[in-house]
């Protein structure tokens, strides 16, 4: 997710020397490892869908759910200011396109499951940029992984907010990838629209109907799912995200490509 951080020197502050006894050391790399084991498997999704145009034969499938993967992200960042430890998160897309060459990179993951699903992002994988934590949440640019997981220097950084005394350098817990603006969306598609439908698909089997952004609302990268012959996208949440939210979603390639098509509708 994108922090004020990135403005400052991206160098590594030395990590400081704490008197922790060793057993509370261990106690914390036990838990660490724990949730790290529990967030190793991403979150199966279903590849099936229908709804009208979007229906898919069941001679194409086979009635078998094919393999999911995950290339689709919807990125979560606040739009508007917010204090975190003193420092303000917020980070809009306007933000984003004032950066050099409009790429940033997507710090301060600390979630393990979240982290896992940075980890997979890959070159040239696209996402949508999704305002957050804000009087009205939606949809507003997209954008592309322009290179992919490396250490995540601000869990080094005792000034940033997401500095984590518990990694190393030698072993780093936590990654970022870098992200570039595309383009803006040809209209806002704000989060009670997509939730419109969302709700409809649950009861008609449309694409949006296990759409993780309302499964998993806490997770700041969210994937699109990928089914067989399909090209995924991983709906990440991105940016600024509270503590408690950790940027990113993701979508079935039908998601991502229904969730798309609604730019090109009145707004409802």
């Not at 030395?14 to 060793?22: L, N, R, S, V």
């Amino acid at each position: 997710m994108p922090w004020p951080s990135r403005k400052r020197d991206k160098g590594a502050v030395a990590d400081k020397k704490e008197p922790d006894a060793k057993i509370a050391k261990t106690e914390n790399e036990n838990s660490d490892k724990e949730e790290e084991e529990k967030s190793a498997k991403p979150p199966a999704g279903s590849s099936k869908s229908g709804w009208k145009n979007w229906k898919k034969k069941e001679s194409e499938s086979g009635g078998e759910e094919s393999k999911i993967t995950y290339c689709h992200w919807l990125l979560k960042s606040e739009p508007e200011s917010r204090l975190e430890k003193g420092v303000d998160v917020k980070f809009s897309v306007d933000d984003l396109k004032a950066q050099p060459n409009q790429t940033t990179c997507w710090d301060g993951v600390r979630n393990y499951q979240a982290r896992n699903f940075l980890r997979s992002m890959k070159l040239g994988q696209q996402a949508f940029f999704y305002h957050s934590n804000c009087k009205e949440p939606g949809i507003v640019a997209l954008v592309k992984i322009v290179k992919e997981a490396y250490p995540d220097h601000t869990q080094f950084d005792q000034k940033d907010p997401h500095y984590d005394s518990t990694s190393r350098k030698e072993n780093p817990k936590w990654s970022m990838v870098d992200v570039q603006f595309v383009r803006m969306t040809k209209r806002f598609i704000p989060l009670s629209e997509i939730k419109a439908h969302h709700l409809a698909h649950k009861a008609d089997g449309g694409p949006l109907k296990d759409m993780m952004l309302f499964s998993r609302q806490r997770l700041s990268i969210q994937p699109l799912t990928q089914g067989k012959n399909l090209s995924g996208l991983l709906i990440p949440s991105v940016g600024q995200a509270a503590s408690s939210i950790y940027g990113f979603s993701f979508l079935t390639t039908e998601e991502f490509d229904f969730v798309l098509s609604l730019e090109e509708e009145k707004p409802h």
